[in-house]
């Protein structure tokens, strides 16, 4: 499959890479309904952030799951999904908390702009919608992969009230 490489500062591009396969059994391979470029890709890409080789880029996401592996209890196949930029495993202290960002195996989502994806830590990670929505709604559901945490992050720590 076709997928976004960020190759060094000012180098993206559109390279074959292997298709994602299950490497654990608590992750889940998705088809991508959609996917966007995210303030934070470009850092790397204006050489504001170290490239150290070749990166598969991609972590504001929502699809469809293809594949989930033997322990993922929550996440199934044919749902629709939205992901976290940030991988949480939602059991641990952290997490419980209500800090999934802090989680005790975070990791980054990333190579989400492919037509496949691997996500780890489904079941912490990724949020099914009650039905596969119009595709009308997908733009509206990818805002709120990072952009809605982004926002209410920002407006919590702002300490912002009504008016
Ligand atoms: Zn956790």
Same mark, same amino acid.
């Given at each position: 499959?076709?997928?976004?490489?960020?190759?060094?500062?000012?180098?993206?591009?559109?390279?074959?890479?292997? =298709?994602?396969?299950?490497?654990?059994?608590?992750?889940?391979?998705?088809?991508?309904?959609?996917?966007?470029?995210?303030?934070? =890709?470009?850092?790397?890409?204006?050489?504001? +952030?170290?490239?150290?080789?070749?990166?598969?880029?991609?972590?504001?996401? %929502?699809?469809?799951?293809?594949?989930?592996?033997?322990?993922?209890?929550?996440?199934?196949?044919? +749902? &629709?999904?939205?992901?976290?930029?940030?991988?949480?495993?939602?059991?641990?202290?952290? %997490?419980? &908390?209500?800090?999934?960002?802090?989680?005790?195996?975070?990791? &980054?989502?990333?190579?989400?702009?492919?037509?496949?994806?691997?996500?780890?830590?489904?079941?912490?990670?990724?949020?099914?919608? &009650?039905?596969?929505?119009?595709?009308?709604?997908?733009?509206?559901?990818?805002?709120?992969?990072?952009?809605?945490?982004?926002?209410?992050?920002?407006?919590?720590?702002?300490?912002?009230?009504?008016?």
């Amino acid at each position: 499959m076709l997928a976004t490489i960020l190759r060094k500062p000012g180098d993206i591009r559109c390279e074959e890479v292997a =298709d994602p396969k299950i490497l654990r059994p608590t992750d889940a391979i998705i088809k991508l309904s959609a996917s966007c470029i995210c303030g934070s =890709d470009l850092w790397p890409y204006r050489g504001l +952030q170290p490239v150290n080789g070749p990166q598969h880029m991609g972590h504001e996401y %929502c699809g469809i799951v293809v594949e989930v592996g033997a322990e993922v209890r929550y996440v199934r196949p044919e +749902q &629709f999904v939205v992901g976290s930029f940030c991988l949480s495993d939602n059991t641990c202290p952290h %997490c419980r &908390f209500g800090f999934q960002s802090s989680c005790e195996q975070r990791e &980054f989502m990333s190579g989400a702009q492919a037509p496949y994806a691997r996500v780890p830590l489904a079941d912490g990670t990724l949020v099914a919608t &009650f039905e596969v929505p119009p595709a009308e709604l997908v733009p509206d559901l990818l805002a709120v992969s990072d952009v809605l945490g982004t926002g209410w992050y920002a407006a919590d720590a702002a300490e912002v009230r009504e008016g």
